[in-house]
């Protein structure tokens, strides 16, 4: 079946602008990870959704990012008042349950000017 | 605390040769995933393979195998007979079973392939 799909490929946007980034999971997966992947950071995990439960945001860098998932499907991250910090390649995952393997999306690239 | 270590930033083989790619991991749990991904320029993040911790087999996937050494926490990639397409950079990554599930990784070994 399809794989991970994520929206857009690619944004640009100025300092200050809030941005959105979709990703939708492969059917039936109820797990769904974003991580962040930037040049100095490596890959960093952002957030975590099991199910319908409530997302684990330990991993967010700060309370500009939040993400929500609607109807235990697709996932959209949000990141208010963009900073060029926030530049980077933004992957989704998803996997059939918990601890399971990770599939992940082509991500997003996001550039803040 | 939990880490993934690649040591290589960069290497190199000539087609249809041999390369050997290392990873270092620390944990304190018994059971644990560990993974290979590949990411080409097109950014997708591809699993190469995958091997569970209590098993004592190495996994292979074709041309692609490991040497798992538990006890010295190593996890080495090796491709064999190197194509093109095996350019790319490649991530070492553990599944800890933390309450997160998240995957921890390596810096990653940027692979070259010479015709």
């Known amino acids: 079946g399809a794989g991970v799909s994520q929206s857009p490929s690619n944004k640009v946007t100025e300092k200050g602008k809030d941005v959105e980034l979709r990703c939708d999971p492969i059917?039936?997966?109820?797990?769904l990870y974003w991580y962040r992947q930037s040049l100095g950071q490596g890959l960093e995990f952002l957030i975590y959704?099991?199910?319908?439960?409530?997302?684990?945001k330990s991993g967010l860098p700060s309370d500009r990012f939040s993400a929500e998932r609607t109807g235990g499907s697709v996932s959209t991250l949000t990141i208010q008042r963009t900073q060029q910090e926030d530049s980077a390649v933004y992957l989704c995952?998803?996997?059939?349950?918990?601890?399971?393997?990770?599939?992940f999306g082509p991500g997003t690239r996001l550039t803040v000017l | 605390a939990q880490t993934v270590t690649q040591s290589q930033p960069e290497m190199s083989v000539q087609e249809a040769e041999t390369v050997t790619l290392s990873c270092t991991y620390d944990t304190s749990e018994s059971d644990y995933y560990l993974f290979w991904y590949k990411q080409p320029p097109s950014r997708q993040m591809i699993l190469v393979i995958r091997q569970e911790a209590y098993k004592q087999q190495n996994a292979t996937e074709n041309r692609f195998s490991v040497n798992f050494q538990k006890a010295a926490k190593s996890f080495s990639l090796k491709i064999s007979d190197s194509q093109l397409g095996d350019a790319a950079m490649y991530f070492c990554a553990g599944d800890y079973g933390g309450s997160q599930g998240n995957l921890i990784f390596g810096k990653g070994t940027k692979l070259s392939v010479k015709p």
């Open positions: 059917s039936g997966h109820t797990a």
């Open positions: 995952a998803s996997s059939l349950r918990w601890a399971d393997t990770q599939y």
């Open positions: 959704f099991q199910g319908n439960s409530a997302p684990d």
